[in-house]
């Protein structure tokens, strides 16, 4: 497949075909997400400060940190549209600090469109990068990086005012030039009516089968981890279990002195030149 546009992804809405995204934060994900045709946009997300590093919140995240990832998922990627979540606190002070490090993502990060989490407080910011030619992915809902104002991981939108917000915001990032929108936990009537009302594709994330597309975490779909997990996480796989039970087994051939097998597995010496070695 030829390398997804963002004049594919709007035709791809215009024609009812739901778009997928899918995350990935290193070369071999990046791999995985462009083995199928059917991927369109590949997500360096933000939650690589959890699944990838280890840390408890993607407020932790650097934007070096972020483009290291980048990086790599480029070298990695064919068709996929590819898209990078700037940093917590790497867009906020000024305009011109966030077209810096928007650029940044680009010129060194490899990628082909920025998302930034927020509402109508960063309009400023998407029409500045949309004008000078950095594609800007919304995202509105629950917004991981402000866990702590929204005191926790929530469903947005399900009292009136709520949803009056997620669609003003919605409106108003539109407006400002965003080429695609992340809509993130809530109600599925609140996402089927957010993607009638805008021209852009809404990309859901727990927010119903109604948007013009969606995506997931690239260790949520493998079942990487067996924990808590979200009421729209599906999991494809049981990829834990795999990864375990071969880490198990190899640990079991080691001791047991099975692995390697001195024939299929082991390098020989030729036999005239062993005897002169001796
Ligand atoms: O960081 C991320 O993975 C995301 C998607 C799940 C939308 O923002
Ligand atoms: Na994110």
Same mark, same amino acid.
């Given at each position: 497949r030829k390398k997804?546009?963002?004049?594919? =992804? &709007?035709? =791809?809405?215009q024609s009812n075909t739901p778009i997928s995204m899918l995350t990935a934060y290193d070369f071999p994900t990046a791999h995985a997400c462009s083995s199928s045709p059917l991927t369109d946009i590949t997500l360096v997300g933000d939650s690589l400060a959890q699944v990838c590093l280890g840390y408890d919140s993607t407020t932790q995240l650097t934007l070096s940190e972020m483009i290291h990832h980048c990086k790599a998922v480029a070298r990695g990627s064919? &068709? /996929?549209?590819?898209?990078a979540d700037?940093?917590?606190g790497t867009f906020h002070s000024t305009v011109s600090e966030a077209v810096t490090n928007a650029i940044q993502l680009v010129r060194e990060g490899r990628v082909e469109g920025v998302k930034l989490e927020g509402g109508k407080e960063i309009v400023n910011v998407v029409r500045r990068l949309s004008e000078v030619g950095i594609p800007v992915m919304a995202h509105v809902g629950l917004m991981p990086q402000r866990h702590t104002s929204?005191?926790?991981?929530?469903?947005?939108?399900?009292?009136?005012?709520?949803a009056k917000k997620v669609v003003?915001?919605?409106l108003a990032l539109q407006e400002a030039g965003a080429f695609a929108m992340v809509v993130e936990a809530v109600p599925l009537e609140l996402g089927k009516y957010v993607t009638e009302l =805008?021209?852009? /594709?809404?990309?859901?994330?727990?927010?119903g089968p109604h948007t013009s597309g969606q995506v997931l975490v690239y260790d949520d779909v493998m079942g990487a981890w067996s924990g808590h997990k979200a009421k729209f996480v599906r999991r494809f796989a049981n990829s834990r279990e795999l990864r375990e039970k071969a880490v198990q087994e190899y640990g079991e051939a080691v001791r047991d002195g099975t692995f390697p097998h001195p024939e299929t597995e082991s390098y020989t010496?030729?036999?005239h030149q062993w005897a002169r070695f001796l």
């Open positions: 997804v546009t963002i004049q594919e =992804l &709007h035709n =791809l809405r064919t &068709h /996929p549209f590819i898209v700037m940093p917590f929204m005191s926790g991981y929530k469903v947005q939108g399900r009292n009136a005012e709520g003003e915001d919605a =805008l021209k852009i /594709p809404t990309i859901g994330i727990g927010a010496v030729d036999k």
